[in-house]
Structure formats: structure tokens, C-alpha cells
């Protein structure tokens, strides 16, 4: 159909109408139709003459309606058809035309159906890959969106254990943070319940055998509650606390064992005041009977007495007389032997001068053993104690007066006893219970009665000395295994002071009694001595098998009473008591200075030293600055080599990395344990 339509297309119309307009002059008749003659017939005479030169056809297709041949006679116009044979070609011709329109258009139509087939072949080639490709996007996507699933679960998972690990840590953090907060809280219990756990075994231990059958019960639960809260202690100290809440419960539990431990104290003070009571009474029993006794007894002595008066004066009178008569007589010879001395007197020109070898010297001590001003102190410290002991024995030797004496002695002993700085008010409150009972105050004693100071004119000298003696006794006890013992019994010892002068010097008296060292004051061993009596001048007890007490006994007992001497040295007492200082903090010094001066002695030495500076180092060096830094420059250069040639013992070795620390270090550190001005 392609070829046929290019056929057609080739025709060339001009041309065509040109020849038939030339072929129109020789034709007679109808030239076009199928039922027309032939204008040449192949074989005749005539041969058809050759075309025109005008111009040469164009070729034509295969396909196309030969030309009709030339005729070669001269057309005419007879020869040339009609209108209506023209008119019929041309409707043929336009039919022609038509057929070949319809034909391309039922081609084209074809055509569009092909190119709209192909059309929709792509279209729906391009839908299924289209749809191919979002199937494998979509496969894609699944998977991607799988990969990235895994790499969330994965990623969630670490974050998980991070924060299981973080959550852990901070767990034993506040776990660390609860058993410190725990051990803190304890450890305050603790030495609240240590305090007053000692003071209830004091006041267990200054009991008769009688007396602590009484409180066997109290007893008893003083040694269980003293398990329990062991074992509080211990386990959390160990940390053997499984959950949050049990540290805080620790805490709880060890202010339940204090309150426990303050009622059992109420609980044995309430017993032991009825058994005394009890005991007062059985006591005005017994006393009403020996009255009546005496009575008796008194009435009888009064009947013998009056029978020995009668002689008594029968002998007087007969003595007398004999008296007299050697009086007489002794008269006679004193002057008979006065007028002989006269006599002889005169004989003598000048009285004989004795010689110096006859006198003998007056015993002095070595200013290498003690500075003579700290002699001349300790002298009169000591005058005066002796001087008091000696008025107080009427009333210490009294049998009558027994009773007195435990009373007295029960009123200072159980305020004494409970004396800590636990809080201002409980340190005052015990102050406040042995004042009043030296201002005259009445206080209760055992059996439900009442003494005063003032009941015997020797009681407040006998109470002083005895006060005196037990504060220095804490030293043995308390204030040895725990020097912050020290500075509340400090405080209220220079409150006394303060109001009451004599007792300082008294203090001070048993304090040098117990250790001379704090003078300082080595005591020379005297020819004849043997060691054992020496070593009881400097301090050594006996014990109970009138053996010397061991070394180590020794210097642990001087350990405590040189911390006490120096927390009285730098302790304040109570704001309103009076002066502001009555042992100040250069008696420290004067005591350092001297005691560099003196002949060292093994291992007291060092000891005594190392507790000083350890206790006043602080206030030392705060107040006298580059002078006191010299004089610790001169103990460790010039007393330590004097010093190693007497001592190489542990307490020489640990004064001198003491010295060399402070020297190293440019400081001391503050005693442990001081009170803060104005605590009470």
C-alpha cells in the first residue's frame, strides 16, 4: 500500500493535460472509455509519429496506468471528448482519489491502532516494570527497613545495658554515699554509747559486792546491749547491708541502743536509790539500837566515873604535895649549879666557833634535775596540799562520820563520773550538780536524806581534795585510752579554778604527786636507795602482789596524765565562772623549756615531750611563732643526741620522726577533740 501511494503521488497532471489537449486536435470521435475503437492497432501502415521534444516524461512506477500511444495524424476538433466523457474521468478520478483517501485513511487508522497498541504494549511494559521496580523498592525498602529493625534492637540493647551499667553505678555510689552517711551516724553513737556505757561500768565498778547484786538484771542488759550494738557496729562496718533503706535503719538502730542505754542508766540509778533507801533504814534500825545500848553503857561509865573521880582527886592531892616537894629541891640545885657556870664563864676569854665540817649542809637540788623556781613552786604546791591533809583528819578518821564520808564522796563520784561533751547541756548540767554541792546546796543521798557541805566545818577542804583526786584518777581510765576525754574534764577542772583557787593548787598537787615529770622535776636516786624505791619516787605503783607495776603500765598511765595537764592548759572554762585564764598557755612553755634542761631518763622523757607538743603544738607555734620554731630546732640538734645517750627506745625514735615531721610540714596539726570557746 506504501508503494501505491508513492505511485500515485509521482503522477504528474500538467504534463498529462498538455498531451490530451494536443491529442484533442486530430480526434474524431470519443478517445476515452473501455468500449471505445482503438485509435492504433499494432500491425497497421500508419506508425504513430514520435512524441513532441518538448519534454521528456518522467518515469513512472511500476504500478501505474500506461499512456495511451501518440497518434500521428494531426488532430482536429473532432476528435476531442465530450464534457461529459471529462466530466465521468474526473468523477472517476476523484472516486480514485477517494478510494486511495479512504485507503490511507483505513492505513492510518491501522496505523494509529498500531502505534496505539504499541502505545499500550509500552505503557503497560513500562506498568509492570514500573510495577517491578516498586516491587523491588518495596523488597528493598522491607529489607532496609529490617536492617535498620536489627540496628535499633541492637542499638536499644546497648543502650539498655549503658543504662543498667550507669543505673548500677550510681546504685553503688548512693550505696557508698548511705555506709559512709551510716558509718558517720554509728560511729557519733558510738561514742555517745561508749561514754555512757563507761560511766555505767564506773558507777557498776565503785559498787560493793551487795550493791551489784541489786542491779544483777541491769547488769545483764548492759552486757547484752553492749553485744548488740558490737554487732550493729560490725556489720556496718562491713557493709552487709542488702538494700538502701537498712543503712538509715542502722542509724535508728543505734539511737534505740543510746535511749536504751539512758534508760537503763535511769533504771539503775531508780534501783540502786531504793536498795539505799532500804539500806538507811535497816542503818537508823541498827543506829537506835546502839543508842539505846550506849545509853546503857553511858549510864554505867557515869557511875564508875564518879567512883574514879573520888580517887583520882585523893591522888592528885597526894601528888601535889610530892610535886612541891621536888620543886623545892630542883630550886635548890638549879641555883647551886647557875653560880658554878658563872664561875666558870669567867674563866673563858671567848666561846669556841664551830667548825664547818660539824654542820651539815642544807640539802639543795641540782639545777640539773630541776630549775629552782620550779622547785620554790613545787615546794609550796606540796606545803599546801600536806597542810590540808593534815587539818582534814578528824574527819577522815572518825568512825562516827563513816556515813557522811560515803555521802560526800557518792555526791561528787556520779556527776564526775558522767562528765563528756556529749552537748553543753549535759556538760553543764553535771557542773552545775558539783557546785551546788559546794555552795551548800542540799544534795540526796542514798537513803533518801540529805548532807551539805556545810554539815562538817572540815567537809569542804576533805570534798575538795577528794574532787581533786578523782579528776586526776580519770587519767588512769578515760582520758588514757581516749584523749578527747580530756578537755571536758579540762573545762569544768579550770571552771573550779576559777571559783575555787585553793582547788587548782590541790589539783596541780596530785598531778605532781602521780608524775614529778611535770614540774619538771627528775628526782635524783639518793645513796643507799634501792631501785624499787627509787622508781616508786618517780611514779611506779604497786600492784596487788606488792609487785612494781611493768613499763609499759607506767607510761601509759604518765601518757594520760601529761594529756590532761596540757588540755588544763589550753581549755577555757565556763564564760561566767570568772577570770578569763588562771593556767595559761605559757605555763606550756616554761614546762617545754625547762624539761629540755633537765637529765633526760629512758623512755618518760620522750614520752612526756611527744604528748606536750602533741596536745599544745598547735597554740605553741599560733602564739610564739619563729621562738617556739627554735626551741623545736633545739630539741631535735641539741636534747636528741643527749637524749640517745640515756634512751634508744620507741619513744625516742617516734619523738624524733615527730619533730622532723613538724619541721618538714611548717605546722601542727589541732589536738582532737578541743572544746570550741564558748561550748558551754
Not at 441 to 465: E, F, S, W
Given at each position: 500500500m506504501d508503494d501505491m501511494m508513492r505511485s500515485m503521488d509521482c503522477l504528474k497532471m500538467a504534463a498529462t493535460f498538455h498531451n490530451a489537449a494536443l491529442a484533442s486536435t486530430t480526434c474524431t470521435g470519443r478517445t476515452l472509455g473501455e468500449d471505445r475503437a482503438p485509435i492504433w492497432v499494432e500491425g497497421s501502415s500508419k506508425t504513430p509519429e514520435p512524441p513532441l521534444p518538448e519534454e521528456s516524461p518522467a518515469p513512472e512506477p511500476k504500478n501505474e496506468i500506461p499512456l495511451l500511444p501518440q497518434i500521428d495524424f494531426e488532430p482536429n476538433i473532432s476528435c476531442f471528448p465530450d464534457l461529459q466523457d471529462i466530466n465521468a474521468s474526473i468523477v472517476r478520478r476523484e472516486l480514485a482519489e477517494e478510494g486511495k483517501r479512504c485507503v490511507r485513511q483505513q492505513l492510518k487508522a491501522i496505523k494509529d491502532k498500531q502505534d496505539a497498541l504499541r502505545m499500550s504494549r509500552e505503557t503497560q511494559q513500562r506498568k509492570e516494570e514500573r510495577q517491578s521496580d516498586q516491587l523491588q523498592q518495596k523488597a528493598l525498602r522491607e529489607r532496609n527497613e529490617s536492617l535498620l529493625i536489627q540496628k535499633a534492637d541492637q542499638m536499644t540493647a546497648a543502650q539498655l545495658e549503658a543504662q543498667q551499667r550507669e543505673q548500677s553505678a550510681q546504685r553503688q555510689q548512693i550505696d557508698q554515699k548511705l555506709h559512709k552517711l551510716a558509718l558517720e551516724g554509728v560511729s557519733r553513737c558510738q561514742r555517745r554509747f561508749n561514754q555512757k556505757y563507761e560511766g555505767i561500768a564506773k558507777i557498776l565498778l565503785s559498787l560493793d559486792q551487795e550493791t551489784v547484786k541489786v542491779c544483777a538484771a541491769q547488769n545483764a542488759q548492759l552486757k547484752e546491749l553492749g553485744q548488740k550494738f558490737?554487732?550493729?557496729?560490725?556489720?556496718?562496718?562491713?557493709?552487709?547491708?542488702?538494700?538502701?533503706?537498712?543503712?538509715?535503719?542502722?542509724?535508728?538502730?543505734?539511737?534505740?541502743?543510746?535511749?536504751?542505754?539512758?534508760?537503763?542508766?535511769?533504771?539503775?540509778?531508780?534501783?540502786?536509790a531504793e536498795f539505799s533507801e532500804q539500806i538507811q533504814q535497816q542503818l537508823k534500825m541498827e543506829a537506835a539500837k546502839k543508842l539505846e545500848e550506849e545509853r546503857q553503857k553511858q549510864q554505867q561509865q557515869q557511875q564508875e566515873e564518879q567512883r574514879q573521880k573520888l580517887e583520882e582527886q585523893q591522888k592528885l592531892e597526894e601528888q601535889e604535895k610530892l610535886r612541891k616537894e621536888k620543886e623545892e629541891s630542883e630550886a635548890k640545885e638549879k641555883q647551886q649549879e647557875a653560880e658554878t657556870a658563872k664561875a666558870e664563864a669567867a674563866n673563858v676569854h671567848a666561846p669556841l666557833e664551830p667548825k664547818s665540817q660539824d654542820v651539815p649542809p642544807a640539802p639543795t637540788a641540782s639545777s640539773t634535775c630541776v630549775h629552782p623556781d620550779r622547785l620554790k613552786f613545787y615546794n609550796d604546791i606540796l606545803a599546801l596540799y600536806q597542810s590540808k591533809v593534815d587539818a582534814i583528819k578528824p574527819l577522815q578518821t572518825e568512825e562516827s562520820l563513816k556515813q557522811y564520808r560515803t555521802g560526800c564522796q557518792r555526791a561528787i563520784n556520779l556527776p564526775l563520773n558522767a562528765i563528756s561533751?556529749?552537748?553543753?547541756?549535759?556538760?553543764?548540767?553535771?557542773?552545775?550538780?558539783?557546785?551546788?554541792?559546794?555552795?551548800?546546796?542540799?544534795?540526796?543521798?542514798?537513803?533518801?536524806?540529805?548532807?551539805?557541805?556545810?554539815?562538817?566545818?572540815?567537809?569542804?577542804?576533805?570534798?575538795?581534795?577528794?574532787?581533786?583526786?578523782?579528776?586526776?584518777?580519770?587519767?588512769?581510765?578515760?582520758?588514757?585510752?581516749?584523749?578527747?576525754?580530756?578537755?571536758?574534764f579540762a573545762s569544768v577542772i579550770i571552771t573550779f579554778w576559777k571559783l575555787l583557787p585553793d582547788f587548782g593548787k590541790v589539783f596541780l598537787a596530785y598531778m605532781y604527786k602521780e608524775s614529778p615529770f611535770l614540774v619538771p622535776y627528775v628526782i635524783p636516786q639518793q645513796q643507799g636507795q634501792t631501785p624499787e624505791q627509787y622508781l616508786k619516787t618517780i611514779g611506779y605503783r604497786l600492784t596487788d602482789k606488792n609487785e612494781l607495776e611493768k613499763p609499759d603500765i607506767y607510761l601509759k598511765r604518765q601518757t594520760g596524765i601529761a594529756r590532761l595537764y596540757a588540755a588544763v592548759i589550753i581549755s577555757q572554762g565556763r564564760k561566767a565562772a570568772g577570770p578569763d585564764e588562771c593556767f595559761e598557755l605559757n605555763e606550756g612553755w616554761l614546762w617545754l623549756a625547762h624539761m629540755v634542761h633537765v637529765k633526760p631518763l629512758p623512755d618518760i622523757s620522750a614520752t612526756m615531750i611527744m604528748e606536750i607538743l602533741q596536745t599544745l603544738g598547735f597554740e605553741l607555734w599560733r602564739t610564739y611563732g619563729k621562738q617556739f620554731v627554735k626551741l623545736l630546732l633545739y630539741i631535735q640538734n641539741i636534747y636528741m643526741p643527749q637524749l640517745a645517750a640515756y634512751d634508744e627506745g620507741g619513744p625516742k625514735t617516734r619523738l624524733e620522726m615527730l619533730l622532723a615531721k613538724f619541721l618538714r610540714e611548717r605546722q601542727i596539726a589541732q589536738a582532737v577533740g578541743v572544746l570550741p570557746p564558748g561550748f558551754w
Open positions: 558490737e554487732q550493729l557496729v560490725s556489720s556496718v562496718k562491713m557493709g552487709n547491708c542488702e538494700m538502701q533503706s537498712q543503712f538509715l535503719c542502722s542509724i535508728i538502730k543505734a539511737e534505740e541502743c543510746c535511749k536504751s542505754l539512758d534508760a537503763l542508766e535511769m533504771d539503775i540509778i531508780k534501783q540502786l561533751a556529749v552537748s553543753p547541756q549535759h556538760l553543764a548540767q553535771n557542773f552545775d550538780k558539783l557546785y551546788s554541792f559546794f555552795a551548800g546546796q542540799p544534795t540526796k543521798v542514798m537513803n533518801g536524806g540529805t548532807i551539805t557541805i556545810n554539815d562538817h566545818p572540815l567537809a569542804r577542804d576533805y570534798c575538795m581534795l577528794l574532787m581533786a583526786k578523782k579528776f586526776v584518777s580519770q587519767t588512769e581510765t578515760a582520758i588514757c585510752s581516749n584523749p578527747q576525754a580530756a578537755f571536758p
